[in-house]
């Protein structure tokens, strides 16, 4: 069982820069892939990236690779999603998530936490 609590996420003005942290709980961590998603009001939820378990490989979606990076720290149990240059249509609830290798879907969700970034 993994537990994620994702914190950082705010205000900000169109242009700036946000670091999402997600922590994790077991001491398992470094075991899984992790994966941050988010969900715009009335639209559905969102692949952003993903990186790997030894954090040597990351995936982005079109829509924010060169603007976002995912990393992340084993020995802390934390995921990090630095976020810059920001868009009005970056607004939303992003989440991380947790998956074994083997696993297609994430099975481990954190609550979320808001972004909005205001024009």
């Known amino acids: 069982q993994v537990q994620l609590v994702e914190s950082g996420g705010g205000l900000v003005q169109a242009g700036g820069s946000l670091r999402l942290s997600c922590a994790a709980s077991?001491?398992?961590?470094?075991?899984?892939?992790m994966g941050w998603f988010r969900q715009a009001p009335g639209k559905e939820r969102n692949f952003v990236g993903h990186?790997?378990?030894?954090?040597?490989?990351?995936f982005y979606s079109d829509s924010v690779r060169g603007r976002f990076t995912i990393s992340r720290d084993n020995a802390k149990n934390t995921v990090y999603l630095q976020m810059n240059s920001l868009k009005s249509e970056d607004t939303a609830v992003y989440y991380c998530?947790?998956?074994?290798?083997?696993?297609?879907?994430?099975?481990?969700w954190g609550q979320g936490t808001q972004v909005t970034v205001s024009s």
């Open positions: 077991g001491r398992t961590f470094s075991s899984y892939v």
């Open positions: 990186i790997n378990r030894s954090g040597s490989i990351t």
């Open positions: 998530a947790a998956k074994l290798d083997v696993d297609i879907t994430y099975t481990y």
